[in-house]
């Protein structure tokens, strides 16, 4: 797989909490020049980057982010303030310690409120697969398709660790293609890239391929 044809998987990512209008214009330049998925980041910027891309590149933004113990009423208005600034997909992040204790159907049910506040757009659950036994993240491919949400994700990439290729292969096995796998944090290079592609991963969320890119702009014959 060459270089153009990954770059058409990657959510271009700044999501820092010192990220500044410049520094997120320049992701949304970034991410057209290189014909990215998306662009994500955080919330308030959201109105000021559809406005600034004018429809040429969807915005991505992220939901009770990162920890997601956020009650469902503030992750749903969360969901409608992102989707009215022109958010196109949404990334939300679950209640990791609803579903440690066993509360499937909690987890369950606030993912299909967001979905439905979400409607035709995106959704994407981020479940934090560092925190996760095996078993959960299992429970969690099964709660994500019968929810109806779009993607699973693997990652915030503010926790302890990012995707692995173990994680994306189960999920894969999982889902059978009945969802988009995202595969975020720990994706340095486009060798990377292409091994998450190759065992299942939909989308890649990451900001070092760009940058690669920017570097040498002839990586890979791109």
């Known amino acids: 797989m060459d270089v153009c044809e990954i770059m058409k998987f990657v959510d271009h990512t700044l999501l820092s909490q010192a990220a500044t209008w410049e520094e997120i214009r320049v992701v949304c330049d970034d991410a057209r020049r290189y014909g990215t998925a998306s662009v994500c980041i955080p919330p308030s910027f959201v109105k000021q980057a559809a406005e600034y891309l004018e429809g040429s590149l969807p915005v991505c933004t992220v939901i009770g982010f990162p920890n997601g113990y956020q009650t469902t009423e503030v992750k749903g208005f969360e969901t409608m303030d992102a989707l009215q600034n022109g958010a196109a997909e949404i990334d939300m992040v679950i209640h990791v310690g609803a579903l440690r204790a066993g509360q499937y159907d909690k987890v369950l049910e606030e993912i299909r409120t967001i979905k439905r506040i979400c409607g035709s757009h995106i959704l994407k659950v981020i479940i934090e697969t560092c925190l996760l036994n095996e ?88």
């Open 135 to 222: 078993s959960e993240k299992m429970e969690m491919c099964r709660i994500v398709a019968e929810a109806g949400a779009d993607f699973i994700k693997t990652s915030t990439g503010f926790s302890t660790g990012g995707a692995t290729s173990e994680d994306i292969q189960l999920f894969a096995e999982q889902t059978k293609g009945t969802i988009g796998i995202k595969a975020a944090g720990g994706i340095r290079s486009f060798e990377d890239a292409e091994k998450f592609l190759s065992l299942g991963a939909t989308r890649l969320g990451t900001s070092r391929l760009v940058a690669i890119l920017k570097k040498d702009p002839f990586t890979k014959n791109y």
